[in-house]
């Protein structure tokens, strides 16, 4: 039996761009997608902290450094240049692995930069419902 479990994620991503007439997908910069451990071409869920809408799509790598986040297609439809998403990857395991297995937790800042990654469980003491966004300790390398 294998059992899917969430493996990582980008948490407050701003979203730079949105192209409605492309074919489809999430472009990140990937330098941010290596930050995460999540692949090119990976199927993730975007969740819209903005508006609450949650969509399913791929990945497709940016230009490293540039610190892009793309909404394309009809994805596009979802979200509005500045809203925050988060980019969730998961992976199947058997139930051991599983038990074993640690997320990456890789929360950026209003610029899209990494300034935090953390374990699941011991973030939530640092976010600040004010600003949306976390501080700047590393919790968990």
Known sequence: M??????????????????????????????????????????????NITNGA???????PGEAGSR???????????????DRIIVIAYADMS???AERFRPRVVIVDEHNDPKTIVNETEYATKYDPESGLMDNTVVDE
Do not use: W
């Open 2 to 47: 294998k059992v899917t479990m969430f493996k990582s994620k980008l948490h407050q991503m701003k979203v730079t761009e949105a192209n409605l007439h492309y074919e489809g997908s999430i472009t990140i910069d990937s330098d941010l997608l290596d930050e995460a451990g999540i692949l090119p071409y990976e199927k993730v869920q975007v969740v």
């Open 54 to 60: 949650r969509l399913e799509t791929y990945t497709i």
């Open 68 to 82: 892009v986040c793309c909404l394309n297609g009809a994805a596009a439809r979802r979200t509005q240049v500045g």
């Open 95 to 97: 139930p051991e692995e």
